[in-house]
Nanobody
Framework: QVQLVESGGGLVQAGGSLRLSCAAS????????MRWYRQGPGNQRELVASITLGGNTNYADSVKGRFTISRDNAKNTVYLQMNSLKPEDTAVYYC????????????????WGQGTQVTVSS
């Protein structure tokens, strides 16, 4: 089995920073793309940032220049550094990864974490 566990959420004032982490564990052969999504109150889940195995990144326009996604392949972990936070960044943040399981061929399956709450006060 594979599990994704997020951490690092919390309450912060506008203009502050938080760093989210998402660690994958289990019978992992390789992790391809890793992503962060978020879902705010009354909103649909949206893609915030993604990073490929090779380190190429993409960001939603709303977070460009403020958020940075990175990964540590040795630790099977993806990070989201969030700076200059705004109240509209308030949401549950979810990580999502395409994982090839050990001994299961080369097809990747998509796994989700349980989410971590980020609340930005004005």
């Amino acid at each position: 089995q594979v599990q994704l566990v997020e951490s690092g959420g919390g309450l912060v004032q506008a203009g502050g920073s938080l760093r989210l982490s998402c660690a994958a564990s289990g019978s992992i052969f390789r992790i391809n793309a890793m992503r962060w999504y978020r879902q705010g109150p009354g909103n649909q889940r949206e893609l915030v940032a993604s990073i490929t195995l090779g380190g190429n990144t993409n960001y939603a326009d709303s977070v460009k220049g403020r958020f940075t996604i990175s990964r540590d392949n040795a630790k099977n972990t993806v990070y989201l550094q969030m700076n200059s936070l705004k109240p509209e960044d308030t949401a549950v943040y979810y990580c999502n990864s395409d994982i090839v399981r050990s001994g299961m061929g080369l097809n990747a399956n998509r796994y989700w974490g349980q989410g971590t709450q980020v609340t930005v006060s004005s």
